[in-house]
């Protein structure tokens, strides 16, 4: 498993519930990206873990939204209380920046719906 | 506000000839840009980069072109071929601070017909 893995691959809830997504890194990845791409639209940056530094929360959309990173490696982002516009594909990515690289390779999303 | 900007949503080619995908930034403070292609189901994948000290690079097929001065990039898809069809979304980087996360435009659909 050399890439960055995502689970579930789809996932259909309610409103209402509250909903996990995975994310397994490339291992020896340090950084760490959550983002989401509602239909249509492009990817939108969510949150950001760097090895052991807080994480930047900026583009988490609301509070419902939050994210951990256990061990430094795999991540599980939270939604509660879903609502219909959280629909989207929610894409992981992470990163080993150094020397200039800061390609970030991506998982293949979960796409989650909401009715 | 956008500040990556990728303002054709779709673009047809024929298969052999040059693929032009355009992109626009307005954060002067993006130091690293990078091209990535997506196919449906699956995660977005890195193409070719560059740099801002740079105006060009060139990998294979592709080449990517910055304009500082205009704050264009450009990627060149030259030929073009059937398998390159996908969404290419324009990413660009801050240079410091917490802004490590890439900005992203909204993609252009590349179809190339055979």
């Known amino acids: 498993g050399a890439g960055v893995s995502q689970s579930p691959s789809n996932k259909v809830t309610e409103k209402g519930k509250d909903v996990e997504l995975r994310c397994d890194p490339i291992s020896g990845h340090t950084a760490l990206y959550w983002y989401r791409q509602s239909l249509g639209q492009g990817l939108e940056f969510l949150i950001y873990f760097q090895g052991n530094s807080a994480p930047d929360k900026s583009g988490l959309p609301s509070d419902r939204f939050s994210a951990e990173r256990t061990g430094g490696s795999v991540s599980t982002l939270t939604i509660q209380r879903t609502q219909q516009e959280d629909s989207a594909v929610y894409l992981c990515?992470?990163?080993?920046?150094?020397?200039?690289?800061?390609?970030?390779?991506f998982g293949p999303g979960t796409r989650l719906t909401v009715t | 506000d956008q500040q990556v900007k990728q303002n054709s949503p779709s673009l047809s080619v024929q298969e052999g000839r040059i693929s032009i995908l355009n992109c626009d930034y307005t954060?002067?403070?993006?130091?690293?840009f990078l091209w990535y292609k997506k196919y449906p189901a699956e995660g977005p994948t890195f193409l070719i980069s560059i740099s801002s000290i740079k105006d060009k690079n060139e990998d294979g097929r592709f080449t990517v072109f910055l304009n500082k001065s205009a704050k264009h990039l450009s990627l060149h898809i030259v030929p073009s071929q059937p398998g390159d069809s996908a969404v290419y979304f324009c990413a660009a980087r801050g240079s410091s601070g917490s802004a490590r996360q890439l900005t992203f435009g909204s993609g252009t659909q590349l179809t190339v017909l055979p």
């Open positions: 990515a992470s990163s080993f920046p150094r020397g200039g690289g800061y390609e970030q390779y």
């Open positions: 954060n002067s403070m993006f130091d690293y």
